[in-house]
């Protein structure tokens, strides 16, 4: 039972609604999903940073990658585990703003780089002789400081928007962490600018990264058909069967979640948490995974790794 907060710098998470019960059997997946994510990442950026075939533009962009779905699982998973295995439902106010606005963050810089990994893709298959004198180090770090701030911009005001409003009735947020929607409902006052705001940044910066991203796609199809041999097509397809999956694995946990958000009205909360906190694990869990398996530079390094010899 969650105690009644009359400090209006205290909030309860509920952790998953109609499964409290059920937390610490539901812990060991989200523990393991989290495990496997925190160690692939991990020894992605380690094989990236020590094999030098793989100093190249893609890889550089799948470094950020890595780094992003790490900072995004440790910004959430620590705290939902408390819940799970120690009941620990407690969050400050300033923590709660601290966590969502990191969340915000790094969901936008994910999608800004998924796009430029896209470019990267675009220009490989569409301009190879110009690929090396196009995405230089120097262009590089320039898209990964652009994403950056783009990704921070629209993050900024959440907080602010979010601090200026009273919570005069429940503090209890019915989510396992500090997601933008359960903290204005808990708001008693008009919240109109908050419901728009965060339909803005979903559709200006989710919707148009993933509307360039298959126009990228659709421009590396054309090229790659018009390719003479059925050879070169299956190779040029391979070289963008990484980046694809990689898009699959993060954008359809996002549109599944805000379909059910929107439109299944009759599906039961607990349905609707598990989807969020999907979205948040699954990616960084098979980032590494579908890289891993499919560039042979890397799976050869990671073979390499685990055998235990010096390289």
Known sequence: ???????????FLTGIPGLEALHL????????????ALLGNCILLYVIKTEPSLHKPMFYFLAMLAVINLLLSTTTMPKILSIFWFNSREISFNACLVQMFFLQLFCTLESAVLLAMAFDR??????????????????????????????????????????????????VISHCYCEHMAVVKLACADTRFNNVYGIIITVF????????????????LRAVLSLASKEEQLKAFGTCGSHFCAILVSYIPVVLSSTVHRFGRHVTPHVHILL??????????????????????IRDRVHLLFRGKNF
């Open 25 to 36: 059997w539901i812990s060991i997946p989200f523990c393991s999903m989290f495990s496997v």
């Open 276 to 297: 969020a906190n999907f979205y948040l694990l699954f990616p960084p869990m098979m980032n590494p995974i579908v890289y891993g398996v499919k560039t042979k530079q």
């Open 122 to 171: 675009y220009v490989a298959i569409c301009n190879p002789l110009r690929y090396a004198t196009i995405l230089t180090n120097s262009v590089i770090a320039k898209i990964g400081l652009a994403a950056l701030a783009r990704a921070v911009l629209p993050a900024v005001p959440l907080p602010f928007l979010l601090r200026r409003l009273p919570y005069c009735g429940s503090h």
């Open 205 to 220: 910066i989710a919707g148009l990264d993933l509307m360039f991203i298959v126009l990228s796609y659709v421009k590396i």
């Open 1 to 11: 039972m969650i105690p009644a907060c009359s400090d209006p710098s205290v909030f």
